[in-house]
């Protein structure tokens, strides 16, 4: 069964503070993986694609078919960062049909 | 371009009552997912609709029914509503159903089963 694991409910790091939320994933297949981000009172949106291999606001996220991961990282968390993220996984070629995670509330005290 | 919008905000049904969530596709997206997520929990993939017709199902029953337009617009319909099914309704628009495509979310709409 395709299966999306984020094993962290909340993350709470100082400023300055590296960055990482896991991500792990179960498909037989070649998935697509993506991280979304909610920040408060907004909708959800997309942050980064793991095709793409861009980085965005800073935070990377490398495919890792090995240990089935595609943990988000970023070295210096910024006070903005504060928000819900969410690793999902598509299968390949069925864009849309989103995979997801229970979501890791990240927290960024100054 | 406008983004993707959902009506209404929040609803209260009773149980076994019927209800229609909509959405308004991102412009010139001709594809469609909904999703339900419940509180505490990521979404979960109902159904798409790519060009008006079903294109892949999750795990719900058929009392979960959608219709796509020819603007692309889009309608969830439940049936026999459950107090489970209290949870917030999102619709995702995209350019195609294909390849590494980016879903674009609508603000969601908060359905509360009494």
């Known amino acids: 069964a395709q299966r999306v694991t984020q094993p962290e409910k909340l993350l709470s790091v100082f400023k300055g503070a590296p960055v990482e939320l896991k991500c792990n994933y179960s498909y037989s297949g070649s998935p697509e993986l993506f991280w979304y981000v909610q920040y408060s009172r907004q909708r959800l949106q997309l942050l980064l694609r793991h095709i793409s291999r861009e980085s965005i606001k800073g935070f990377t996220a490398d495919l890792n078919k090995g240990e089935t991961s595609f943990h988000l990282k970023k070295p210096f968390a910024q006070e903005e960062d504060s928000a819900m993220y969410y690793c999902?996984?598509?299968?390949?070629?069925?864009?849309?049909?989103?995979?997801f995670g229970q979501g890791t509330e990240l927290s960024v005290k100054p | 371009e406008t983004g993707v919008t959902q009506s209404p905000t929040h609803l209260i049904k009773t149980r076994g009552q019927q209800v229609t969530l909509r959405c308004s596709s991102q412009?010139?997206?001709?594809?469609v997912s909904w999703y339900q997520q419940a509180l505490g929990q990521g979404p979960q993939f109902i159904f798409q609709?790519?060009?008006?017709?079903?294109?892949g199902r999750g795990n719900f029953p058929p009392r979960f029914s959608g219709l796509q337009f020819p603007n692309y617009s889009s309608e969830l319909n439940v049936n026999a509503l459950e107090l489970d099914d209290s949870a917030l309704y999102l619709c995702?628009?995209?350019?195609?159903?294909?390849?590494?495509?980016?879903?674009?979310f609508g603000q969601g709409t908060r359905l509360t089963v009494v």
């Open positions: 995702a628009s995209s350019l195609d159903s294909g390849g590494n495509t980016e879903a674009f």
């Open positions: 999902a996984l598509s299968r390949y070629n069925q864009g849309g049909k989103l995979i």
């Open positions: 609709y790519y060009r008006e017709e079903e294109n």
């Open positions: 412009s010139g997206h001709n594809t």
